[in-house]
DNA sequence: GACTGTGAATACCTTCACAGCA
DNA sequence: TGCTGTGAAGGTATTCACAGTC
């Protein structure tokens, strides 16, 4: 879970892209924002013409944000992809990296809590990214429940459970108040949801093992009050 | 910066709360977040009435997100406010985690960038903590330029540099297209911001080094959907 | 006996540096 | 010569484990 695997045995030249990675291959939490990177970088890249690129070059496009030696071993990662005095071709890295993101498949999101935090995450995601679809949508306020968005109305979060499992959700967003958080993600967990993006400043405390990112606002910017305090000081 | 200093002359008894930090005191970026975690599980605590707490009940307060020795090494560091064989006493370790995360003054905020993303954000962070307050809206659009937001017009990005100056903005939260953000990170910066909340999914690369937390939502869901596109395989 | 404070041990991630190929 | 791939080194954060104190 932690440690990316290698492939034990490399391939020569034409790869056949969908079969270079070791079957369960799972990069940790720190790298895939830094392959998330490397493919906006190269998709931009490639849209400019460009065929290859080396780590160096790779570095320089995100600012040296990311060392190049860092960047070969991400990329090595991947599989068989570089030429030892050449560099990497764009095409095959894009392609790769797009496989083991999940950029290719399409996602099918339920949002639960439609406050501004909700509704602004749904508008947002699905006009950035077309990969993922916001097919359910919940709230316990009668004076949300009811209302439409983009086609779609929004339900009783006492339905959840039958209505996440009928419209197949892969990934549950939670924006509800921190303390029915835990109880709403096990009900998504029950009923199907694989993944959860967690806006509640709460653990989840879950049960089954599921992957959970949390994105805590007040924190970030709790973050950003601490050094300013320091240095007023 | 890196390192949290530990006050090298521990004092007795009654803790002059406000002097027991070193004046640069300054926590890296990884403790912060639990610092306020903390903040927020004593202060529920300390509302139910207790009075004081062990590493361990803390630890499990925070449903063992966080391991007890972890607690106490953190702890530590902001002064001796531990008794070996008691515990810790919950009022002044809040007081002193408000004194380290700057709870205590009032922030004053600028958002460049109005769409769906900057007004959740102002709405959602008005509303949840009193010690924002968000004095500066700006927008590019046209459409967008000169609505009002709670008594406050949105004003041209244009006038950006002069009226978060003239406002004394503390901090910049950043939602526009990733293009024009590093541009418009430095001209908060020259404008007298301290710190940014960063959403658009670029690196700022500011001359200036200021303080800058990222938030990349897109790229949150796509460590989610790695890890699901890795287990349907 | 209980619990903090903390050096030492461990785990983890990143960078270095260079062998191996083109 | 140029650049990847990768073991080894370095640095940093977390956990262990226990001495010190109440």
């Known amino acids: 879970m932690r440690q990316a695997m290698i492939d034990p045995t490399p391939q020569r030249d034409p790869i056949p892209i969908a079969d270079a990675l070791p079957a369960r291959a799972i990069f940790h939490e720190l790298s895939i924002p830094r392959l998330y990177a490397y493919h906006r970088a190269l998709a931009g890249a490639q ?11 790779l570095a320089e496009l995100l600012d040296h944000t990311i060392s190049s030696a860092q960047i070969r071993k991400d990329l090595c990662a991947l599989g068989p992809l570089g030429r030892r005095g050449r560099g990497y ?12 993101l999940g950029l290719g498949h399409d ?5 639960v809590g ?3 935090l909700g509704h602004a995450f749904a508008t947002f995601i699905t006009a950035r990214e077309r990969r993922f679809e916001v097919v359910a949508i919940f709230d316990q306020a009668p004076s949300v429940i009811g209302q439409e968005w983009q086609g779609m109305t ?3 979060s006492a339905q959840l459970d039958r209505v996440v499992a009928q419209r197949g959700c892969n990934i549950g967003v939670i924006a509800v108040p921190a303390p029915v958080a835990p109880a709403i993600a096990q009900r998504l967990v029950n009923a199907g949801v694989q993944a959860i993006l967690n806006f509640a400043p709460t653990p989840l405390h879950l049960r089954t093992p599921v992957m959970v990112r949390n994105i805590d606002l007040a ?11 320091c240095e007023a000081r």
């Open 89 to 100: 071709a764009i095409n095959p890295l894009v392609e790769q990296l797009a496989l083991v």
């Open 114 to 116: 439609f406050g501004f």
């Open 219 to 229: 924190g970030e910017l709790t973050i950003l009050t601490h050094h300013l305090s």
């Open 107 to 111: 996602w099918r999101i339920a949002i």
């Open 154 to 156: 929004v339900s009783d």
């Open 47 to 57: 849209a400019e013409g460009k065929r290859t690129v080396t780590s160096h070059a």
